[in-house]
């Protein structure tokens, strides 16, 4: 806990400044400074050294006491188990190894922690040998040569490749470029989108009578029930359950503005509607905007009239405080963080049902399952020494152990692997492990973007959506063709499409 | 060129020392030697960590740069002119212009008012504790002040919102109301700031020498004319000086908007701070942002100067 | 007479009691989190809101018990302490020799450190970034030097202030007697400019108390202070924020800038205006 001082910060002060200093001294002028800064920022790409990358043997490793830097997503429970259980590494590392070794965590949510780590990165330091990251930032730590290729530690330590249940799993946390197979992060907690629903006012005899007479039909209670359900047929039972005289509200949705939430809830309507942008080409005007995707938005938005007031700022965590205070029938939220969709000192348990993602009827008239992919994987620090290389492959290969897997579940972790998602019992391990094996299935859900240019796309719709949830702006066809003309307009810049932006376009404001 | 003497707001007497400039000219090339290098340690702090930093960004300013993506590319005047061709930059300065006048007009007029109330509260039972409590939210962390205003604002468990309901209302969703965010956020930093332009009138006001208002109790002046004729000629620099500092402290806002709203909803209270942040460390696009900070640095010594100006003119009163 | 005096006993009454409210309604959002630092999370976020509630230590002792927060109490008190001891140390001499010297640049150079402190902290902390990041300068030293360096500006301005009003006559005199410069400003200046040196150590001391952005942009895990702390890791589980903790924690590290202006309230005002306005309130 105290002073956790770690040698290799230390270091990189002393190494990484020298040419940089003189350079700017003798460069004088800004100009001098600018063109230097690229000179210590990207070159160099290598990760870490090759004999480290298998971790520590026998001997290696003996007596000496290493400190190691984590970060993790603040008030995320699944990257939090990584610290919770770290005293039993420690004492794995200590039995198998012969060291010693602690843990000082960083802890911000999504968004900071992003700009936490980029920049400590940039500098080359070991502030965070491992680190638990979103999907969306491979692109962003592989490109400069931030983190150590997967692939490099699977190639030396084959035991550490365990075969994923999905392609989705691959796809979302391990590759980048999308689609080219290389593989630079290692599955932490994936996680997929359901619906939190009130299984006691479902099978309330009161609430189930009340409902037939109002809607003609029996009120659903089973997963089997709710499963095939598409949206709009939900939109039946949010309208009955919505009773503002009580300040109860039939659900829960997020549209705040913050990192990617409105986007990730928003996102299936999109997916069940077409795609957010051409991979190929990388065109978004005329995949984004179109008027299909301006009522898909316009539905999502509207959505709001079932849901308490604020929506326009609801994010994960309001998803939680207003299941738990009993002022929602249902949300939809991240499967991940069913363990606290338990009410107030668990005041609902057993009294929730969690269900797959409401169901869309797709452009050519199937129906099916669409959601997002949420989840992290872990990384490691291609800076770090060899001590703390060794240390950081020696915990992926405890955390992937099965003692260790099985610890992380029974605190609310999910698995990814075969073995873990096909074990006997896991559907039946709690109220949400069924929805989120259904999710984690074969094209059930879908990540989006993991350009280094993700931030940028992401915070230009956010702002624009979030604007649109909120009533700042009102037509959500220009809304759409905003977002499309600005992202576009990055992904020119920065050479990822040669497609300009058509005339008619050029220059939208909202 | 002592313009920066302020000796006149002594609060205790002290004697003038401007006859007895030679102290310093004095004497030998040695002792000028001296006074220089007594000047030496807060000028390396100043070049290190301003001068640098400073031209550093100049220089970025006209770079294609972003952490992470390759080399800096130079573009020239790219950046200037994509900031000065860009619809959401001039947006964000008007939006930023609107916050900074109205929150400086209602803390000033309140300010003002309030501190005539305490003026002559000399003899208060507990004034101490009393100015303490009144001058608490100055010193709360943005943070912390931000946090906990979003907490009261919640259009569910909010207190303020209790308060909307208790007087028949409807329930606000402060925050998230395009209409409302920005009244809400002003009513925070008004909170906030209100404190200090009490404090900045109590201190205009005991500016004003006693004998001058001794004198007009005796000429039994109006309140109208005692402002006009004792207060006012004493009191109104240090009330502009209340009033710049305000202003460019408003044009700062960052932290508390940033925990209280991020700038949202939509892009409703992305004020210049605010949309810097996110520019710079959101997408860590430095070129670019070099470039509008280098302006915003170019907007604060303009008000500077004018601070200093009118610190001059006080003076030279 | 009797009468009289007693209207104006009871005005004053009236007045002092208007006074206070006008205090009270200013703190009144300070208590509520004062008040919830002692409440659980039920009762905070209970409608109607609770004015009477059972008190509980719970989210004080739960402040004390997370890992983090005493790393973090100590990285905001170190940070602020030395970095203002240090700038005082520094600005005192400089404040000197641009007050008894009178440089031809004097008034440039105010006026340069003076405007550092008027750009928006989001402005200047794009350049450091870069530079800190180029010269390996997260850590320890490097948020040391840069707190050091905000609080110059102000503590220049305010010593020159204070060691302007001190008569250039006690320097003579010394000097006269034998005395060199740099004994007459350790022990015939400072002593008479020891008000300059509270009010300069107060306010650099609350500014980095409470600074956020460059900390949070600037920092590592080596100097994670409470403000960075609220702002990314206060959140429970599940990312709702406990807020019996939030404000717990925020009245513990509000009670030294609250004793800070309770006793040294004459100095708030020159602290306040960077210096330039001195006054009793």
């Known amino acids: 806990m105290k002073d956790i001082n770690k040698t290799g910060t230390n270091e990189t002060i002393a190494k990484g400044p020298r040419l940089s200093r003189r350079g700017v001294l003798t460069g004088g002028l800004g100009l001098g400074a600018a063109g230097l800064l690229a000179s210590c920022g990207d070159d160099d790409s290598s990760s870490g050294g090759g004999d480290a990358l298998k971790g520590s043997d026998e001997t290696n490793m003996k007596g000496k006491s290493v400190a190691m830097g984590f970060a993790v997503i603040a008030g995320w429970p699944p990257s939090q188990l990584a610290i919770e259980l770290f005293p039993d590494f420690a004492t794995y590392a ?33 502030d965070f040998n491992l680190m638990v990251v979103d999907s969306q930032w491979l692109g962003a730590l592989s490109e400069p040569g931030w983190i150590v290729k997967a692939d490099d530690v699977y190639k030396v330590n084959p035991d550490l490749d365990i075969e994923v249940y999905s392609s989705l799993v691959k796809n979302t946390y391990q590759v980048y470029p999308d689609g080219s197979g290389v593989r630079w992060g290692f599955p932490q907690m994936p996680d997929t989108q359901g619906i939190f629903m009130r299984l006691d006012m479902l099978e309330d005899p009161a609430e189930q009578a009340a409902f037939e007479a109002k809607y003609g039909k029996k009120l659903p209670t089973t997963y089997e029930e709710f499963a095939p359900m598409t949206m709009v047929e939900y939109e039946e039972i949010f309208e009955f359950f919505t009773r503002p005289d009580e300040e109860f509200y039939g659900t829960a949705l997020q549209y705040a503005k913050e990192y990617d939430f409105f986007s990730c809830a928003y996102h299936p309507y999109a997916y069940a509607t077409g795609d957010i942008w051409n991979p190929e080409t990388g065109e978004v005007i005329g995949v984004l905007n179109t008027d299909e995707h301006a009522k898909a938005l316009e539905y999502f938005v509207g959505l709001q009239k079932y849901q308490p007031p604020g929506a326009e700022a609801f994010g994960i965590g309001q998803m939680i405080d207003l299941f738990n205070n009993e002022q929602v029938f249902s949300a939809m939220q991240w499967l991940a963080v069913g363990l606290f969709m338990q009410g107030n000192e668990g005041a609902l348990e057993g009294k929730v049902i969690a269900c797959p993602h409401p169901r869309f009827t797709f452009a050519d008239g199937s129906v099916d399952v669409i959601g997002a992919m949420g989840g992290q994987p872990w990384v490691i620090n291609s800076y770090n020494d060899d001590d703390h290389m060794r240390v950081s492959i020696d915990f992926l290969k405890w955390w992937y152990t099965d003692e260790t897997q099985a610890k992380f579940i029974a605190k609310g972790g999910l698995p990814w692997s075969k073995k873990g998602v096909e074990a006997a019992g896991f559907e039946e391990s709690s109220v949400y492990a069924r929805a989120f094996k259904e999710m984690l299935g074969e094209g059930k859900s879908r990540d989006f973007w993991h350009l280094p240019e993700y931030a940028e796309l992401l915070a230009i719709q956010q702002e624009a959506y979030n604007g649109f949830a909120a009533g700042q702006y009102t037509d959500a066809k220009k809304v759409l063709d905003f977002i499309a003309v600005k992202q576009q307009e990055l992904l020119l810049s920065k050479g ?5 932006i058509p005339d008619d376009l050029k220059g939208i404001t909202l | 060129m002592d ?52 031209f550093w960004m100049i220089g970025l300013g006209f770079y294609d740069y972003t952490l992470g993506r390759g080399d800096p590319k130079f573009v020239g005047l790219d950046n200037f002119v994509i900031i000065y061709e860009s619809a959401e930059q001039w947006a964000t300065f008007t939006r930023t212009l609107f916050f900074m006048v109205v929150a400086v007009a209602f803390e000033v007029g309140l300010g003002v008012v309030l501190g005539f109330l305490f003026w002559g509260s000399a003899k208060m039972p507990g004034r101490r504790l009393a100015l303490t409590l009144l001058f608490t939210p100055m010193v709360v962390a943005p943070v912390a002040s931000g946090l906990f205003w979003k907490l009261m604002y919640e259009p569910t468990f909010g207190v303020i919102n209790y308060v909307v309901d ?45 004998a001058e208002l001794e004198a007009a109790d005796v000429d039994r002046l109006s309140f109208y004319q005692r402002v006009r004729h004792v ?39 992305e004020f210049l701070g605010v949309a810097l942040y996110r520019q710079a460390f959101n997408s860590f696009d430095l070129g670019r942002s070099s470039a509008v900070a280098l302006v915003l640095l170019i907007i604060a010594i303009a008000l500077t100067s004018i601070y200093l100006y009118v610190l001059n003119l006080s003076r030279s009163r | 007479m009797v009468s009289t005096r007693q209207t104006t006993s009871g005005r004053r009454i009236g007045y002092y009691t208007a006074l206070w409210a006008v205090a009270l309604i200013f703190f009144l959002p300070v208590l509520w989190i004062m008040m919830a630092a002692f409440k659980s999370n039920d009762d905070i976020l209970s409608v109607p809101p609770k004015l009477a509630f059972s008190p509980t230590l719970d989210n004080v002792s739960r402040v004390l018990e997370e ?75 490097g948020m040391f030097i840069l707190y050091t360096s905000f609080s110059i500006p102000f503590s220049v301005w305010i010593l020159k202030g204070f060691i302007d009003g001190v008569s250039e006559r006690f320097d003579e005199t010394a ?107």
């Open chain 1, 94 to 126: 200590k039995e198998k190894f012969g060291y010693d070794v602690t843990v000082t965590k960083t802890e911000a949510p999504f968004a900071e922690l992003y700009q936490k780590i980029a920049p400590s990165l940039a500098s080359k330091a070991q």
């Open chain 3, 67 to 141: 890992s983090s927060t005493i790393p973090y109490f100590i990285n905001s008190a170190w940070l602020a302490l030395g970095s203002v001891v240090v700038a005082i140390l520094v600005s005192l001499p400089a404040a000197y020799a641009f007050s008894r010297w009178k440089f031809p640049f004097t008034n440039f150079l105010m006026f340069l450190l003076l405007s550092t402190r008027m750009v928006p902290a989001t402005a200047a902390v794009v350049p450091m970034f870069q530079m800190f990041n180029a010269f390996g300068l997260r850590g320890r030293f």
């Open chain 3, 175 to 281: 000097i006269v007697n034998g005395a060199g410069r740099v004994h007459v400003m350790l022990k015939v200046v400072l002593p008479q400019v020891k008000p300059g040196i509270i009010a300069a150590f107060i306010f650099n001391l609350i500014f980095a108390w409470n600074e956020y952005i460059f900390n949070f942009v600037l920092g590592d895990p080596n100097t994670q202070n409470i403000p960075f702390g609220m702002s990314v890791n206060l959140l429970s589980a599940g990312g709702n924020v406990d807020w019996g903790f939030v404000a717990a924690l925020s009245s513990m590290y509000l009670v030294l800038p609250m004793m800070m202006i309770f006793f040294f309230q004459r100095y708030l005002l020159v602290g306040m205006t960077f210096g330039t306005v001195r006054g009793d309130v």
């Open chain 2, 231 to 269: 207060i006012w000629p004493h009191g109104k620099f240090i009330l502009m000086l209340g009033i710049l500092l305000r202003t460019i402290d408003a044009f700062k806002t960052t932290d508390l908007v940033l925990t209280m709203t991020g700038g949202g909803p939509g892009n409703k209270t």
């Open chain 2, 3 to 54: 313009t920066l003497n302020l000796a006149e707001f002594e609060a205790e007497p002290s004697p003038k020392g401007r006859a007895s400039a030679r102290a310093g000219t004095r004497d030998s090339t040695k002792s000028r030697l001296l006074g220089r290098a007594l000047l030496v340690p807060v000028l390396v702090f100043f070049a290190i960590l301003n001068v640098i930093p400073t």
């Open chain 1, 496 to 500: 990822r499409t040669k497609v300009a």
């Open chain 2, 166 to 210: 208790l007087f028949g209302g409807q329930k606000i969703d402060f925050l998230t109301d395009v209409d409302w965010v920005t009244p809400a956020v002003l009513a925070v930093d008004i909170w906030m700031w209100t404190p200090f332009m009490i404090l900045m009138t109590l201190a205009a006001l005991g500016s004003v020498p006693t």
